[in-house]
C-alpha cells in the first residue's frame, strides 16, 4: 500500500507536463536510464511510476521487485500512442517481443520463406481465434507486459478477422508496440472498417517492401494516409537470407550468438518457441520427409509454467541452434512460387568454406550494428 508518496521517473524533459497532468503534486525524478535498485528500495511506501521509453520499463521494473508494498505503474514512450498510466504487477517479468502467426497461407508464396510457408502441408488456414485469446490470454497471466507484439502470417490480411486478433491484443496489453506485419498486397482490397478499427487500436504495419510491394507503394500510402493508419515500409527486400544447416553441429552457442531472430519468440497454437524456425520448422520436415528438432517449446498452459523460467528458456541456445548457420547466406527473392518448384536449397546452407568460415565471422562482427539498425529503422516516435 502506497503512503500517498507519489514518484515519477522519467527520461525526457518534454514528458513533464504530462507527469504533472496525470500526477499533480508528485515528485518528478530526472532518469535517462532504469532507476538503479538502491534508488528504489527507499520507496517502498510510495507509489512509483516511470514515464520512460519502452525499452527501458522491463529493467526499471526488474529493479522494483524489492517493493513488495508500492504500487508501480508505467506510461511508455515509443509505442506509437500515449497510453493511460498502466498498474504492472512487479512479481511478474516483461517480455521483450512475441510474434504470432494467424495466417498459415500467403499470397506471394516466396522462394525460400523464413515461415516455411511456400510448402505444402495439411493444416488449417488459420489460427483459431478463440484459440489464440486463450493463448494470449495466459500470456498475460505468465508476464506483466510484452514490449513488442507483432502479428504476421503467412500474410495476415488473408484471415477476415485481422481486426479481432489486433483488438485482444491490445486490450491485454496496453503497454505493447503493436503491428500487423504484412506484404502489403491486399491492404487495397481490404475493408476500410477493418483498417480503421487497427488503427483505432493503436497498431500499426509494418509493410515488407517486396518488389510487387514497391510497385503499389503510393497507393497503399495514400489509402492508409486518408484512413489514419500508422505503417512503415521496409527497405527493398530483394534477397533473402539462409541459414539451416545439412547436420547440426555440436555446440547451440554459436549461431545463438550471431543470431539476429533469437528474440523473435513465436506464440501459437498453446505454446511458445524461442524464434519462428524452431517453431515453423515441422513445415519443412512435413514437405521434405526430414526430421529437424520440433522440441524447441515451453508449453503456456502447463500449470507450472512460470513467466521467469520461460523468459530464461527462450533467451538461451537451443537444440535447433545446433541447425542454423552462424552465417546466413544470400538467396535473391522470387514470388509466387509454387510447392513444387520449392528446393531444400532455397533454405539449406551449402558446406563450404565461405558459408562456414567466412560469413560466420562476418555476421558475428556486424551483428550489433545490424540488430541496432533494424531497431532504429523499426523504432517510432511519440
Ligand atoms: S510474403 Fe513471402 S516471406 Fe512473407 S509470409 Fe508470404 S511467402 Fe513468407
Ligand atoms: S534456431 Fe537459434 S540460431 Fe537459429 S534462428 Fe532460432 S535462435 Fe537463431
Same mark, same amino acid.
Given at each position: 500500500m502506497s503512503d500517498g508518496r507519489t514518484v515519477v521517473f522519467y527520461d525526457k524533459e518534454n514528458k513533464l507536463d504530462r507527469a504533472a497532468k496525470l500526477f499533480p503534486g508528485a515528485e518528478r525524478r530526472f532518469s535517462p536510464d532504469a532507476p538503479k535498485e538502491s534508488e528504489l528500495r527507499s520507496l517502498s511506501e510510495c507509489t512509483v511510476v516511470f514515464?520512460?521509453?519502452?525499452? /527501458? +520499463? @522491463?529493467?526499471?521494473?526488474?529493479?522494483c521487485r524489492l517493493l513488495q508494498n508500492a504500487d508501480v505503474f508505467v506510461v511508455p514512450s515509443g509505442i506509437g500512442y500515449t497510453p493511460d498510466p498502466i498498474k504492472i504487477d512487479c512479481s511478474k517479468t516483461r517480455l521483450n517481443y512475441v510474434e504470432t502467426e494467424i495466417s498459415r497461407v500467403c499470397n +506471394? #508464396?516466396? @522462394?525460400? =520463406? =523464413?515461415? $516455411?510457408? #511456400?510448402?505444402?502441408?495439411?493444416?488449417?488456414? $488459420?489460427?483459431?481465434?478463440?484459440?489464440? =485469446? &486463450?493463448?494470449?490470454? &495466459?500470456?498475460?497471466e505468465l508476464f506483466w507486459g510484452i514490449a513488442q507484439i507483432r502479428i504476421m502470417g503467412g500474410e495476415p490480411f488473408l484471415n477476415p478477422r485481422v481486426a479481432d486478433y489486433v483488438e485482444k491484443a491490445r486490450a491485454l496489453f496496453p503497454d505493447s508496440d503493436l503491428r500487423v506485419v504484412t506484404n502489403g498486397l491486399l491492404l487495397t482490397k481490404t475493408p476500410e472498417e477493418t483498417l480503421k478499427r487497427i488503427a483505432a487500436a493503436s497498431c500499426s504495419?509494418?509493410?515488407?517492401?517486396y518488389p510487387p510491394t514497391w510497385k503499389q507503394k503510393k497507393d497503399i500510402s495514400r489509402l492508409l494516409d486518408s484512413l489514419g493508419v500508422k505503417y512503415s515500409f521496409s527497405v527493398p527486400m530483394v534477397v533473402f537470407f539462409k541459414n539451416v544447416l545439412e547436420k547440426p553441429v555440436d555446440d547451440p552457442a554459436p549461431a545463438h550468438r550471431n543470431c539476429i531472430f533469437s528474440h523473435c519468440h513465436m506464440l501459437g497454437n498453446g505454446r511458445i518457441t524461442p524464434c519462428s524456425f524452431a517453431f515453423c520448422i515441422y513445415r519443412f520436415n512435413r514437405h521434405f520427409g526430414t526430421s529437424y528438432p520440433e522440441t524447441d517449446f515451453v508449453d503456456i498452459h502447463d500449470p507450472s509454467a512460470d513467466g521467469r523460467r520461460i523468459y530464461e528458456r527462450l533467451s538461451t541456445p537451443h537444440e535447433f541452434c545446433k541447425y542454423c548457420g552462424a552465417g546466413m547466406t544470400p538467396i535473391?527473392? /522470387?514470388g509466387r512460387n509454387a510447392p513444387a518448384d520449392a528446393r531444400r536449397e532455397d533454405w539449406l546452407i551449402a558446406d563450404t568454406f565461405l558459408n562456414t568460415k567466412v560469413a560466420p565471422a562476418i555476421q558475428g562482427a556486424a551483428r550489433k550494428s545490424a540488430v541496432a539498425l @533494424?531497431? /532504429?529503422i523499426r523504432d517510432k516516435q511519440d
Open positions: 514515464m520512460l521509453e519502452n525499452g /527501458k +520499463l @522491463r529493467d526499471a521494473a526488474e529493479n +506471394l #508464396n516466396c @522462394r525460400g =520463406c =523464413c515461415d $516455411f510457408i #511456400n510448402l505444402k502441408v495439411k493444416e488449417e488456414p $488459420f489460427y483459431d481465434f478463440e484459440l489464440f =485469446c &486463450r493463448d494470449i490470454s &495466459r500470456l498475460k504495419l509494418d509493410i515488407s517492401a535473391l527473392w /522470387k @533494424r531497431s /532504429k
